[in-house]
């Protein structure tokens, strides 16, 4: 049993190799980035960027 101050949590790491935007190749800012899984379900994840201060929201479509 997890106590109160314990927290599981994962990192998800995306590594771009290529970025094409308007068809034409271009050098992406950050090519590393970096996303604190939150919320993970069987029918939802939350994604966190805290380079960004961005959150994320994907939910399984049926």
Not at 17 to 28: H, L, M, T, V
Request: hydrophobic share 30%; no cysteine.
């Amino acid at each position: 049993m997890l106590k109160r101050e314990e927290v599981l949590s994962s990192e998800l790491k995306l590594i771009i190799k290529k970025a094409y935007q308007d068809g034409e190749s271009f050098i992406p800012q950050r090519s590393d980035v970096s996303y604190k899984v939150q919320n993970f379900t069987d029918s939802k994840m939350q994604l966190f960027d805290g380079d960004s201060f961005q959150t994320y929201r994907f939910t399984k479509q049926k």
